[in-house]
């Protein structure tokens, strides 16, 4: 499993389809790989979530739903990574940047960035065919890296102009 192997199993084809499509599609995908490429996969899959482990990704994650929890800031970090490498690296650099992102996956006419347990497909698959789970790979450490965030209005425009324009609270 490459790098380029990866990025081309999880990333979406078009910005507004919906999580459950690309959770389908990432599935169909990895059926047909072996177990030993499955192992690969969730490996770089963990090591990939941990780099947007950090209080200024959350806090973009923050303005755009409000997001409160490790749950829905993992499955927020899974929609980022089907956005495709050229967007995460830009992303895991500068949270920000998401507030140029031209089209949103749609709930209810709210933008809805989140992809269910997109982490846990791989494990499925291995565990359905043998029996067994996949070695476990946090995809974060205890807390986030960096100074978190801080929830005041005017310090979170100063942080996010791009995201508090396009969201605004």
């Not at 199993?9 to 995908?29: F, G, M, N, P, W």
């Not at 929609?79 to 996956?105: E, M, N, R």
């Not at 029996?131 to 960096?146: A, T």
Request: aromatic share 16%; charged share 25%; proline share 5%.
């Amino acid at each position: 499993m490459t790098e380029t192997d990866f990025w081309i199993l999880v990333t979406r084809e078009q910005l507004e389809q919906s999580s459950d499509y690309i959770a389908k599609q990432l599935r169909d995908k990895l059926q047909a790989l072996d177990n030993e490429s499955l192992k690969a996969f969730d490996k770089m899959f963990g090591q990939q979530l941990r780099r947007s482990y950090s209080w200024s990704v959350w806090g973009a994650a923050y303005i755009i739903t409000g997001c409160d929890s490790d749950y829905a800031f993992a499955e927020f970090r899974c929609f980022l990574l089907s956005l495709g490498q050229q967007w995460y690296d830009k992303i895991v650099a500068d949270p920000d940047c998401l507030g140029a992102l031209t089209h949103w996956p749609l709930v209810d006419d709210y933008a809805y960035p989140f992809i269910e347990d997109y982490d846990l497909i791989a494990g499925q698959i291995y565990e359905d065919r043998t029996g067994n789970e996949l070695p476990f790979v946090p995809s974060g450490q205890h807390q986030p890296v960096g100074k978190k965030f801080s929830t005041k209005p005017k310090v979170m425009r100063q942080t996010y102009p791009l995201l508090s324009a396009r969201f605004p609270f």
